[in-house]
C-alpha cells in the first residue's frame, strides 16, 4: 500500500510542477498584452522563457516514457506560445556569414560599443583600433551604434575626425545630449553612420527627458528607393557593478543580500516600466513612417517583453529570420540575453544575418544583410 501512496503522490507533484511551469511560461510568453505598470512582474518570467521552455521540453521527454498522456500539457503549451517559441530559438541551421557584398543588398551593423574603450584606453589601448577594424571588415553600408563616446575636440581620446576618417561612411547622424556628456571633450549617444545619401536627419526625445530617452532616425536614399533608418538605445537597468557580481557569482556578503536583492528587483521594475513608455513612442514615430523602416538598437530588454513586441508588431526580425540557436548579444550575466534587434519592414528580403562572437564590447555586434522586394505583401 505504501509503495502505490507514495507513487501516486509523486506523480500529482509532477504534473502538478508541469502545470505551475506551463502557466508561468504562458504568461511570460503573453506579457505583451498586459499593462507594464500594473503587471511589470510577469516580465521576469519573459526573462526566463528559455529555462521555462528547457523545462517543458524535459517534461515531455520525462512523460513520453512514463505516462504519454501527460505530455499535452507542455505540448499544448509550447504550440499555443509558437510564436514566443521562434522569437526566443532559432531552429535554423547555423550558416557562415559571407562577408561578400552582393549587388542590390544593403548590410546593416547594429553595436552597443560600450564607450568606444574609453575607460581601459590605457590598460587594453588597442581595442578602439580593433573595433574600427572590425567595422570596416564586415562593411556595412548601415552602421548603427550605441553608447557612441567621441568629441571634436583636439584633446579628446576619442578625436571624432579621425574615427569618421577610419570608417569611411559618406555621412552620418550623431545624437547626444550636452548633459549627459561623457567629459568636456567628448559626447555620450548614439551614431548613425550610412554609405548612402542621408536626405534627412532627426534626433528624438522622449519626455521624461532623462537617461536613454534620446533616439534618432534618418531617411536614407538608396537608388531611386528612400529608407527609415532608426537607432534606439532603451532604458537599461543600470546596474552597479556590485549588481553585475552578485547576479554572477553571489558576491555579496550575507548580510547585504537581502538589500542588494531588493535594489536590484527595484531596477529591473523602472526598467520595464521605462522601456515600455519608450517603446509606445517610437512605435508612434515608425507608424507615422512615409517609408520602409528599418530599426536597430540596444533593447535592453530580451525576445517577447513588451517593449520588443511593441516596436516589432507588424515588423520582421533579422535574427528570427536567418539566426540560429538563442544568439546572446550581452556577454553578461545569464546566455540568453539577446537584447540588440534588428527589425525591418516585411519588404525586406533577409538574406543572412551574423552575430559576431569577437569581445570588444560588452555587447556583441550584429549584421543583416536584406534586399528590398516592393512587392512582398
Excluded at 539566426?323 to 550581452?330: A, M, N, Q, V
Aim: with cysteine; aromatic share 12%.
Amino acid at each position: 500500500m505504501k509503495k502505490p501512496f507514495l507513487r501516486r503522490l509523486t506523480k500529482k507533484l509532477l504534473v502538478i510542477s508541469n502545470i505551475i511551469i506551463a502557466i508561468l511560461f504562458l504568461a511570460g510568453a503573453n506579457v505583451k498584452y498586459f499593462d507594464p505598470q500594473h503587471w511589470w512582474f510577469l516580465s521576469l518570467f519573459t526573462l526566463s522563457l528559455p529555462y521555462l521552455l528547457l523545462l517543458l521540453v524535459l517534461f515531455i521527454l520525462f512523460w513520453l516514457l512514463v505516462k504519454p498522456f501527460w505530455m499535452v500539457i507542455s505540448l499544448a503549451t509550447i504550440l499555443a506560445s509558437s510564436h514566443a517559441v521562434t522569437n526566443v530559438f532559432s531552429m535554423h541551421l547555423p550558416q557562415e556569414f559571407s562577408l561578400q557584398k552582393s549587388t542590390g543588398n544593403i548590410r546593416v551593423m547594429s553595436w552597443n560599443l560600450e564607450l568606444l574603450n574609453i575607460l581601459h584606453y590605457k590598460d587594453h589601448p588597442g581595442v578602439k583600433q580593433k573595433i574600427l577594424d572590425l567595422i570596416n571588415e564586415y562593411d556595412p553600408d548601415i552602421a548603427c551604434f550605441q553608447e557612441m563616446v567621441a568629441g571634436e575636440s583636439k584633446k579628446a581620446i576619442n578625436y571624432f575626425p579621425d574615427i569618421e576618417k577610419a570608417l569611411r561612411f559618406n555621412d552620418y547622424l550623431y545624437s547626444y545630449r550636452v548633459r549627459d556628456d561623457f567629459d568636456k571633450d567628448h559626447h555620450f549617444g548614439i551614431i548613425i553612420f550610412s554609405k548612402f545619401p542621408i536626405v534627412r536627419k532627426q534626433t528624438l526625445v522622449n519626455n521624461p527627458n532623462s537617461y536613454n530617452s534620446t533616439f534618432q532616425f534618418v531617411d536614407i536614399l538608396a537608388g531611386t528607393d528612400t529608407f527609415r533608418i532608426f537607432n534606439i538605445h532603451l532604458q537599461s537597468l543600470k546596474f552597479s557593478q556590485t549588481n553585475l557580481n552578485y547576479l554572477d557569482k553571489g558576491t555579496v556578503p550575507v548580510e547585504g543580500n537581502i538589500s542588494e536583492s531588493r535594489n536590484i528587483i527595484s531596477k529591473i521594475k523602472q526598467g520595464i516600466i521605462k522601456r515600455a513608455s519608450q517603446a509606445v513612442f517610437i512605435k508612434d514615430e515608425l507608424n507615422h513612417s512615409p517609408h520602409p523602416v528599418i530599426v536597430c538598437g540596444d533593447f535592453n530588454d530580451v525576445p517577447v517583453s513588451y517593449a520588443y513586441e511593441t516596436i516589432g508588431d507588424g515588423l520582421q526580425n533579422a535574427f528570427v529570420k536567418k539566426g540560429s540557436g538563442i544568439s546572446r548579444t550581452f556577454s553578461s550575466i545569464s546566455p540568453t540575453l539577446r537584447i540588440d534587434n534588428i527589425f525591418t519592414d516585411k519588404k525586406f528580403r533577409i538574406i543572412q544575418f551574423t552575430r559576431i562572437r569577437k569581445l570588444l564590447s560588452d555587447h556583441f555586434p550584429i549584421v543583416a544583410d536584406m534586399r528590398y522586394e516592393p512587392s512582398n505583401p
